[in-house]
Nanobody, 121 residues
Framework: QVQLVESGGGLVQPGGSLRLSCAAS????????MGWYRQAPGKERELVAA???????NYADSVKGRFSISRDNAKNTVYLQMNSLKPEDTAVYYC???????????????WGKGTLVTVSS
């Protein structure tokens, strides 16, 4: 079994910063892509940022220049540095990891349970 545990969410004022972390643990052979999605009330879940095992990243247009995704492969952890936060960034943020449990296994996507980010004055 695999667990993804997010941390770092909370309440922040507009213009502020937060850093989210997501650590994967359990039966892991290899992790490929990792990423962050978010879901605001009444809206569909959307991709925020993703990063390959080699470090190539892509971002949603709405967060380019403000958010930065990174990972520590030795710790099976992905991070999301969020700067210049806006009220419209308020959402539950979920991390995901595409990984294999064993050499012979196929790649599966796992999700964390989410962490709430609220941007408000």
């Amino acid at each position: 079994q695999v667990q993804l545990v997010e941390s770092g969410g909370g309440l922040v004022q507009p213009g502020g910063s937060l850093r989210l972390s997501c650590a994967a643990s359990g039966s892991i052979f290899s992790i490929y892509d990792m990423g962050w999605y978010r879901q605001a009330p009444g809206k569909e879940r959307e991709l925020v940022a993703a990063i390959t095992s080699g470090g190539s990243a892509n971002y949603a247009d709405s967060v380019k220049g403000r958010f930065s995704i990174s990972r520590d492969n030795a710790k099976n952890t992905v991070y999301l540095q969020m700067n210049s936060l806006k009220p419209e960034d308020t959402a539950v943020y979920y991390c995901n990891a595409d990984l294999k449990n064993s050499y012979r296994d196929y790649t599966r996507r796992y999700w964390g349970k989410g962490t709430l980010v609220t941007v408000s004055s």
